[in-house]
């Protein structure tokens, strides 16, 4: 299909934490937006933040994306999509609870798109995960590093055994996996119909700078809680330094991803991971101490010549096909601390 490169963009969930970014990412490249929320009360915000655009940012209300025809009135007259909406959290009990709103949020944006967009969406931008590409290995003593090739067959056969006994990440990586799954193969028994090409890109845990509406600690989302928990506050041992050994990415290049994902015509059809590299909750510790004295230091005894990581992503075809240029450490964890700062939180 061709490139979208200009027009306007479907983004739904867009006050989340990534969306947000994505809307800001297309707005500044020339698009316009229009972003879905579950609750009216979340539109003021959006508009305040958005306001130097004028008209090219508007808001509407989808209450529930797991209802059939959820998308149905959204989707009219875009010529892109980008479908950030999924729940990202670890406290499901049912697997379904976060399983069922994924794919079915997924799939109803593509119904959606098919029946009442069909003759002007060119694109539609899955915002998948690299949960969905990881499979956990057998042996953590061994370095793996995963491709596009790759599938998270594991969390999906763990949660269908398991149930409500498999472990709250799996649980999460199974959402991801099934629902990601489920577009490419509405797209397989629609590849007749479907006048739009689909873009999954793979991202690993997300940090950075939030634009999102937060005004405590407790509302960041749950991957900056976790930085914000482990790295500012100091709540961590030795060993939690030390752990996780898997890859990050700034939010500001997952949002730069999901605007050259339109882009980009050679990005059509691809599954695409996402990822600046690998870390240890050392690596931010000590960066965050660099930017300001407060923050505690990582710890002495974790050797970075030591550190393995076992789950590494293969971030060729972003570089290829997106031309990503992705930030270090060092300038996320400066942000985020600057930030942390500003809400006067430190």
């Known amino acids: 299909m061709p490139a979208v490169t200009k027009g306007k963009v479907l983004v739904s969930g867009c006050n989340g934490y990534l969306a947000v970014w994505v809307v800001k990412q297309l707005l500044e490249d020339g698009y316009a937006v229009r972003g879905t929320v579950r609750r009216d009360s979340a539109i003021p915000y959006l508009k305040n933040l958005f306001q130097s655009y004028g008209d090219r940012f508007e808001a509407v209300i989808v209450p529930d ?31 379904q609870e976060i399983i069922g709103p994924a794919v079915a949020g997924t799939l109803g944006v593509l119904r959606s798109a098919l029946a009442l967009a069909n003759d002007t969406v060119r694109r539609v931008v899955i915002t998948s995960s690299c949960s969905a590409v990881l499979t956990e290995p057998s042996d953590r003593g061994v370095a793996r590093t995963f491709s596009e090739a790759d599938w998270n067959e594991f969390a999906v056969d763990d949660v269908a055994a398991h149930g409500r006994d498999a472990p709250a990440v799996q649980k999460y990586h199974a959402s991801k996996t099934l629902a990601e799954r489920a577009a490419w193969e509405f ?58 050994g898997q890859s990050w990415v700034d939010v500001r290049d997952v949002a730069v991803a999901h605007s050259r994902a339109l882009s980009r015509e050679e990005a059509g059809g691809e599954r695409i991971i996402i990822s600046s590299g690998p870390w240890v909750w ?26 393995l990581y076992y789950m590494l992503f293969d971030n060729s075809k972003s570089r290829r096909l997106l031309g990503l240029e992705y930030r270090d450490i060092e300038d996320c964890t400066r942000e985020c601390v600057a930030q942390v700062k500003a809400s006067g939180w430190l």
Do not use: C
């Open 65 to 95: 994306i797991t209802k059939e025809g959820a998308f149905d009135e959204a989707v009219k007259g875009v010529d892109a999509i980008e479908h950030t909406a999924s729940p990202f959290h670890l406290r499901a009990d049912d697997p």
């Open 282 to 307: 050392d690596d931010f510790s000590n960066a965050a101490h660099k930017t300001d004295p407060r923050i505690p230091a990582g710890s002495s005894s974790v050797d970075p010549n030591k550190v």
């Open 187 to 244: 797209m397989q028994e629609h590849k007749g119909d479907a006048k739009f090409d689909v873009v999954a890109l793979n991202p690993p845990y997300v940090y950075g700078p939030w634009l999102n509406d937060v005004d405590k600690p407790e509302q960041l989302g749950t991957s900056m809680a976790m930085f914000y928990d482990v790295v500012v506050k100091g709540n961590r041992s030795p060993g939690v330094l030390a752990s996780e």
